[in-house]
């Protein structure tokens, strides 16, 4: 899967794909992530990207002209599966979400800033739009990094036995069981004798009905939807 991210602020994304699963995803060619700065593509003086917005307001609008010259140029090297603009005003991603784009080819995602992109931009080139929750960030740049987190780590090959996604959260739609690790008595703190009993069956079942007690308890809507 290649994904190219659409930035003015590329720096944000420097460090966020280069280690652990990402990074591991990348060296194993499963996943090839791209950063563009948009401030490169800009037809105007001084670098410039975002200007007032019409009919008045507090807040700078992202030109449609530098965001248009740089995905046509993508769009002409390659086909895009989906043109995503990460925004608070979008659908909410979930893990159904990521399964869903981790079955894509080849993905821009863009990144807003200030009040957001010229609404033009949305209509004629964006094919999705998201948001990672309900909060206000600075810029899509994190919430980008999120989605390509949450969708990289899907990619069959990335990751292996220990690290399998089979077991998260989210993934049969239950919150994940507690787990535990050496040692088995910390400061008096003992680890459920199921777990020490060395009955796959039983610990499968003990497993399970933590899942259903934790999503009960905690996000019961999970359980509902
Ligand atoms: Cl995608 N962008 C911004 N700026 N804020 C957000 C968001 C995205 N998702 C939640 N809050």
Redesign the pocket.
């Known amino acids: 899967m290649r994904i190219d991210i659409i930035t003015v602020v590329p720096e944000l994304l420097d460090s966020p794909f280069n280690h652990s699963i990402m990074k591991r995803a990348q060296n194993k060619g499963l996943l090839d992530v791209h950063t563009h700065n948009l401030r490169h593509y800009t037809p105007y003086k001084q670098a410039q990207v975002d200007d007032y917005q019409f009919g008045g307001g507090a807040g700078m609008v992202m030109m449609p002209e530098p965001l248009a010259i740089l995905l046509d140029k993508l769009m002409a090297e390659r086909t895009y599966d989906e043109v995503i603009?990460?925004?608070?005003d979008?659908s909410l991603?979930d893990q159904k979400m990521a399964n869903g784009l981790s079955l894509k080819g080849n993905l821009i995602i863009i990144?807003?800033?200030y009040k957001?992109i010229d609404e033009r931009i949305r209509q004629h080139f964006v094919t999705k739009e998201?948001?990672?929750?309900?909060?206000?960030?600075?810029?899509?740049e994190?919430?980008?990094a999120v989605?390509v987190d949450a969708v990289g780590r899907l990619l069959p090959g990335v990751l292996n036995d220990e690290t399998s996604a089979l077991t998260d959260s989210f993934q049969d739609g239950l919150l994940a069981p507690p787990v535990y690790t050496r040692p088995a008595d910390f400061r008096g703190w003992k680890v459920p004798d199921v777990l020490l009993s060395g009955d796959p069956k039983k610990v499968e079942v003990w497993r399970y009905e933590e899942s259903l007690k934790r999503t009960e308890e905690r996000r019961p809507g999970l359980m509902h939807d």
């Open positions: 603009y990460v925004t608070p979008g991603f990144c807003g800033h957001g998201i948001s990672i929750g309900d909060y206000v960030l600075s810029g899509g994190l919430a980008a989605i």
